[in-house]
């Protein structure tokens, strides 16, 4: 290299567009990340790991080497980045028309996100599998069950579960689907264990209420959310704090119930 080109290379200008270029491009890969935040899914881990009973919680403190399930909560999303994985990606949503009710529909060749529980939950209950594939599974279940839960995971194939419905969130360009995966919970500022610590406290009964049902049941109530999610905006339009406002409480009881639901596909498990 010539003294010409060193000094190019090592100029005040050109380490501005090299920083400049590597912030964009990490800025456009953020932006196309397809889950609920990374904060939403801790949440669920954390809510079912406090109703998990005695013995559920030691089967699942050893196939998890000591990690809780708030720290393996985003582990379905961080695999996708390998190319190994990729066959699991169909496993987070469903998409199927809004009058239409899952059972009716020809089931995707790739899977979907209830077939994905389901198969999860055959591995792990299967005593006879290695430690390592119950573990791999027992972390993409509890990432899939909030998933199940997160409305636009539940939407519509036309506009790629509200992908493609673009939107302004406090100005800045956003779409329907990363409004519920992540503006939401990400502007709310508060940690993982803040938000479930600050959920709405319920009882016994509450609780079981919430508990009762299959996944098919389950499903059909975030569609039927989902229904009302895609009726609440006009593609372009601009929103703010009252769009938050207004949704606030129906995300808080979506987290709720995916940690709770969680907790009782576990227990049901070990």
């Known amino acids: ?40 899914h801790r949440v669920i881990g954390e809510i079912a790991q406090d109703h998990l009973n005695a013995k ?24 996708k980045a390998d190319t ?24 995707s060749p790739y899977g979907d ?13 299967n005593k ?16 899939l069950m909030g998933d199940l839960h997160q409305p636009m995971h539940v939407g519509r194939l036309e506009d790629k579960g509200g992908n493609d419905i673009e939107l302004q969130w406090f100005n800045r360009p956003s779409n329907l ?24 406290r319920l009882t016994k009964k509450q609780v079981a209420v919430i508990q009762k049902g299959t996944i098919y049941d389950w499903l059909e109530e975030t569609q039927d959310i989902a229904n009302e999610v895609y009726e609440s905006v006009d593609e372009g339009e601009k929103l703010y704090y009252r769009y938050s406002y207004d949704w606030w409480s129906t995300l808080e009881t979506q987290l709720e119930r995916g940690g709770l639901r969680l907790a009782k596909v576990l227990n049901e498990l070990f």
């Not at 990363?178 to 264990?193: C, L, R, V």
């Open 1 to 40: 290299m010539t003294k010409s080109t060193k000094n190019t290379v090592n100029s005040p200008q050109t380490i501005k567009i090299i920083v400049l270029l590597f912030f964009l491009s990490s800025q456009l890969v953020i932006s196309n990340v397809p889950f609920w935040s990374k904060t939403g």
């Open 56 to 79: 559920t919680k030691r089967e699942i403190l050893k196939l998890l080497d000591g990690e809780s399930l708030a720290a393996v909560a985003n582990f379905s999303d961080e695999i």
């Open 84 to 107: 190994t994985y990729r066959k699991f990606s169909a496993w987070h949503y469903v998409n199927f028309p809004a009058d239409a009710s899952y059972k009716d529909v020809e089931p």
């Open 113 to 125: 996100v209830v077939i994905g529980i389901q198969k999860c939950i055959e591995i792990v209950k």
């Open 128 to 143: 006879h599998s290695s430690k390592s594939n119950r573990a791999f599974y027992l972390k993409m279940l509890v990432h």
């Open 177 to 200: 689907h990363k409004i519920w995966d992540a503006n939401m919970i990400d502007d709310y500022g508060m940690s993982y264990t803040e938000l479930a610590d600050n959920l709405p």
